[in-house]
């Protein structure tokens, strides 16, 4: 589905990674980001299936859930730092957890709607890349 918002263009093809053990709200997610012209990676439930999915598949930006059951999505977002991807957190908690190291990282809270989702993603997933319309996806190209 194209997006029909032009503030969505800037988004259509993005490669976004979803950490998010919340099967409602991964699924929730995962509708706006395809509404938004979004290719979804995942959702990844747990740490040890982002960190999979990461080394898997090329991502532009991720979308991560702060607490993942009993862990934390820190070691997703040092793996996503070390390689570049910009991220934020999403979280349910009024007095968010803070993630040693990534206190300055912006947050969502839930639930999340598709106009603060979309704001959010344009704000913080600066991608001067124009969309690859072959393979439907940011070209690297300059």
Known sequence: MAPNNPMSQGLAGLRVLVVEDSFLVAASL???LIDLGCTVIGPAPTVRDAST????HDCDAA???VNLGKET?????????ERSIPFFFV??????KQIQGYN???RLMKPIDRNMLQAAML???KLPRSVD???NHPSTDK
């Open 123 to 125: 704000r913080e997933f």
């Open 73 to 81: 999505a820190e070691p997703v977002a040092r793996l996503l730092q």
């Open 53 to 56: 999915l990461i080394a898997q």
């Open 104 to 106: 300055e990282r912006p």
């Open 133 to 135: 319309p072959v393979n």
């Open 63 to 65: 979308i991560l859930d």
């Open 30 to 32: 995962k509708r706006i």
């Open 91 to 96: 979280t349910g908690y009024t007095s968010p």
